[in-house]
């Protein structure tokens, strides 16, 4: 699916809250399996703790889960004013894939996945890259609207991937809570949200 993620996420904010649900922004710096939570009475209180953290679980990252499988995978792109493109596109040849996604005003061109990248400072020269590989691979059409003046700024950011396959499950901590894993969905997070929204329902629910 193709979606805009702020819009989405605000629509998905919106529907919490609809049902009761609340928000807090706290930093955690222990491992679920020590005292995670210390001082966050919100943690301390839960019965049910659902960890969506993604790379924050990383072994790397020195995060909730000591997780060797996590890894980054980098991607980064172009944000371009939108110069007539309504459908979106990607092609692959060889081993390279440009894609384009309009999203209302703007329309977004890439792109990359670098695994094992941690960087999220975007690079010049990837960005030369990735508007060579859009205009030799994109319909013209649309690759022809990447210009100077239509380039509105670069972004680039880490997709949440855990190698093998996603980690879903359950176990009982020391504590007697109930911890509830679900990340490592990489770059297709959208895809798969709502199926594994409902698993970790089904999870709760078989206490």
């Known amino acids: 699916p193709v979606v805009v993620m702020d819009q989405c996420m605000r629509a998905m904010v919106d ?12 930093k955690i710096t222990t491992r679920v399996d020590g005292d995670m939570g210390k001082g966050i009475d919100v943690l301390r209180d839960a019965d049910v703790i659902v960890n969506c953290a993604g790379l924050g679980n990383a072994r790397e990252s020195e995060g909730l889960e000591d997780d060797g499988n996590m890894t980054p995978i980098r991607g980064q792109i172009i944000y371009v004013k939108n110069a007539g493109v309504n459908e979106a596109c990607t092609v692959t040849a060889g081993d390279e894939t440009a894609y384009v996604i309009p999203r209302g005003d703007v329309t977004v061109f890439g792109g990359t996945a670098d695994e094992g990248e941690w960087d999220t400072e975007p690079s010049a020269a990837t960005a030369d890259s990735i508007i060579d590989k859009c205009k ?67 999870l709760a629910s078989n206490l």
């Open 15 to 26: 529907l919490v809250k609809k049902k009761g649900g609340s928000f807090l922004q706290r």
């Open 136 to 202: 030799r691979l994109l319909p013209h059409s649309m690759s022809s609207t990447i210009t100077d003046q239509n380039i509105l700024g670069h972004w680039a950011g880490l997709r949440p991937f855990r190698k093998g396959t996603i980690n879903m499950d359950r176990r009982i901590l020391d504590d007697g809570k109930v911890l509830i894993n679900n990340y490592g969905h990489g770059g297709a997070g959208i895809s798969l949200c709502w199926g594994c929204a409902d698993e970790v329902v089904k």
